[in-house]
């Protein structure tokens, strides 16, 4: 389970353009640290393939205590999560 977050933690920091105001800076700042956009790409990766079954598995802890919330997160979360894939 704590694969996918750690990737995403792990991402936001290597980031080279999280403190960017525009699209110039942007892409200015992805040009000059070439490896570190590699390394978010691999870890964005690492995150896609492994954030969903980190969610099932949560869910299956849960889903006995509360099971039409756990449906809903489920309902909710899947899709965004298999969407992070369209932002890399």
Known sequence: MPVGPAAVGALRYVL???????????????????GAESAVLWLGLVAVLTLVPGVIAAARLCR??????????????VPGYLSVGALL
Request: glycine residues 10%; neutral net charge.
């Open 16 to 34: 080279p353009y999280y403190g960017a105001t525009d699209n110039a800076e942007i892409v200015s700042a992805a040009t000059r640290h070439r």
């Open 64 to 77: 006995d205590a509360a099971p039409r919330l756990t449906g809903w997160a489920l309902g909710l979360v």
